[in-house]
């Protein structure tokens, strides 16, 4: 059974960073693109970064370059987001998935503040 389980969210202020985890279990992760996914309430899942498998290649949303970074452990089957210069309206519930979107994690809250 595959899972995904994303960590890290939380509150933070506009101006700040977060570091955004994802576990993945039950499949052979080093195969898999894997992305980051945010989801505002009522919104689209639109993608803001993917990695390919060996972690060599990846892209981002035009809203995000510069901001954020993806990037993956494959020894520790873990797939990471930072996220740096947050902006208000930032809020969203940031899932985990591969890159064929075809497994998702439960999600976790990221809360921006003004």
């Known amino acids: 059974q595959v899972q995904l389980v994303e960590s890290g969210g939380g509150l933070v202020q506009a101006v700040g960073s977060l570091r955004l985890s994802c576990a993945a279990s039950g499949l052979t992760f080093s195969s898999f693109a894997m992305g980051w996914f945010p989801q505002a309430q009522g919104k689209e899942r639109p993608f803001v970064a993917t990695?390919?498998?060996?972690?060599?290649?990846?892209y981002y949303a035009d809203s995000v370059k510069g901001r954020f970074n993806i990037s993956r452990d494959n020894a520790k089957n873990t797939v990471y987001l930072q996220m740096k210069s947050l902006k208000h309206g930032g809020t969203a519930v940031y899932y985990c998935?591969?890159?064929?979107?075809?497994?998702w994690g439960q999600g976790t809250q990221v809360t921006v503040s003004s």
């Open positions: 990695i390919n498998w060996s972690g060599d290649t990846t």
């Open positions: 998935g591969d890159g064929t979107r075809k497994y």
